[in-house]
Nanobody
Framework: VQLQASGGGLVQAGGSLRLSCAAS????????LGWFRQAPGKEREFVSA????????RYADSVKGRFTISRDLAKNMVFLQMNSLKPEDTAVYYC??????????????????WGQGTLVTVSS
């Protein structure tokens, strides 16, 4: 699976951005797609994930209520709508795929395909 993330940019605190992840190469029916982020000097952290089949979702506590993950089955795309952005949301955001069990989806080491990342900068 090839992944292409886009949609990052510079936004003021309180603003919104919508990230997109386009997937190609094979059917995604058995996959979970996740969003992770990595700020300078910090570990890569889980943001959100969605099951391609069924659409089940999960969020990190830090983004719950502000971010929404969704998918477009026809376009093979996953989106991350980010509202009420905070300076601490500043990071490079990556989309990735995995076929591991749902209980392990927050572990970035269990994802095997990664997009190139898109930079989100939130100014205060």
């Amino acid at each position: 699976v090839q992944l292409q993330a886009s949609g990052g940019g510079l936004v003021q605190a309180g603003g919104s951005l919508r990230l997109s992840c386009a997937a190609s190469g094979r059917t995604l029916s058995s996959y979970t797609l996740g969003w992770f982020r990595q700020a300078p000097g910090k570990e890569r952290e889980f943001v959100s994930a969605i099951r391609w089949s069924g659409g089940g979702t999960r969020y990190a506590d830090s983004v719950k209520g502000r971010f929404t993950i969704s998918r477009d089955l026809a376009k093979n795309m996953v989106f991350l709508q980010m509202n009420s952005l905070k300076p601490e949301d500043t990071a490079v955001y990556y989309c990735a795929t995995t076929r591991i069990v749902w209980s392990e989806i927050t572990n970035h080491n269990r994802y095997d395909n990664w997009g190139q990342g898109t930079l989100v900068t939130v100014s205060s």
